[in-house]
């Protein structure tokens, strides 16, 4: 079996159409980079204000580094401190924050994956387009991890193989995991108590905020149901009709944030199968993902010593970097290693050619010269 590993950096350079910047899915790393007229859109749909938005801007820049904000770094910083605080008032504002944060993510990723949805030659022209064609044609066994809440991939699975995602069996079953969660995945809260009122006037900015108040009350597996609602269904790219779909309950978006613990969503399941995927896995492709966090630790760790060839799919300065923090950290987990240092888009042009792969020392010296 292969496994394609996807990361931030494969939907950001997913379409091979020029869009502009606010329709294109941000590096984990870009998300916060300057408040503009669309981020402030976005965050004035789930009631937050351009105030909300300099607070979480600022608070990010002292996370600084050569490549941007470390936003790893800085919400694994923020989650750690909100757990050890007391309970009471400076907890809960702590843990409010971090759901606002979420909160802004998840309708940032939902309105690029929009965009893809309601234009059909943005949905025909992706570079995930052409590899799961590919993959088709040649009939290939086949498994994605994908860390992205966006639906790009999502769609584009679902009509290059006829599929629908209508819960998360439909995902598991088809060997599609999303261990970060997905824009289209939903938590609610039952109690009776907070049932939604079904007015015309219906408040969408307040209850959001009053969602943002009790999310990270309690831990998301302990919030009766998960529910799924189809990329491909209408409802799910308007919030009152969101709303409607979950009976009118407070509902909570099922996404990890990006830190360094490991977490993940229905995480049995994901990680049962998981397993079985990693464990008969020949060949694991990385692309546009670092791999340095503790869930590709634990994915690595269902791969039997020397049975798969790794290969690194990135910019020239990331492949290097990721291909050589692996070489490190697992030194003797992988047969051999390519790594493709021209990107995603170029990756897939040659995908099932000859090359061009860049050769670093393998066990196996498969890795064709550029």
Known sequence: MK????????SHSAHTKKLPKHKIPPVTRGIFQG???YDIHYAKEIGLSIHDLNEIEDDSA???????????KWLTTRWEEAH??????????????????????????LRVSECVYK??????????RTLLNKIHSKKEDFGIINFNYDLLLDLTFSDVFNVNFDTFDDYIKNDYLKPHGSVNWFTTETSKNLL??????????????VAMSKMYKRK???????KVINPNDLNLYNILQIYRRLSYQLFYPLIILPIYKDSMVVEDQIIK??????????????????????????????????????????????????????????????????????GFKEFVHNYLEQGPYVRLESREKECYES
């Open 3 to 10: 496994i394609f590993v996807f990361g931030a950096g494969a």
């Open 119 to 128: 234009n059909e030659d943005n949905c025909r022209h992706t570079v995930y």
């Open 35 to 37: 408040c503009n007229q």
């Open 220 to 226: 998301m597996m302990d919030l009766d149901q998960h």
């Open 273 to 342: 199968r998981a397993h079985d995927m990693f464990k008969t896995a020949k060949e694991i492709y990385l692309v546009g993902y670092r791999a340095t966090d503790e869930t590709a630790s634990k994915l690595f760790t269902y791969i039997p010593d020397g049975t798969a060839k790794i290969h690194i799919v990135n910019s020239e300065r990331s492949s290097v970097e990721v291909a050589e923090y692996i070489q490190k950290k697992y030194p003797n987990k992988f047969r051999g290693m390519c790594i493709w240092n021209n």
């Open 62 to 72: 002292n996370f600084y580094d050569p490549t941007g904000v470390n936003i790893e």
């Open 84 to 109: 050890v605080m007391k309970p009471g008032k400076h907890k809960h504002a702590q843990f409010s924050k971090l759901a606002k944060i979420a909160f802004y993510i998840w309708i940032l990723f």
């Open 196 to 209: 939604l009122s079904k007015t015309d006037d219906f408040d969408v900015g307040l209850h959001m905020r």
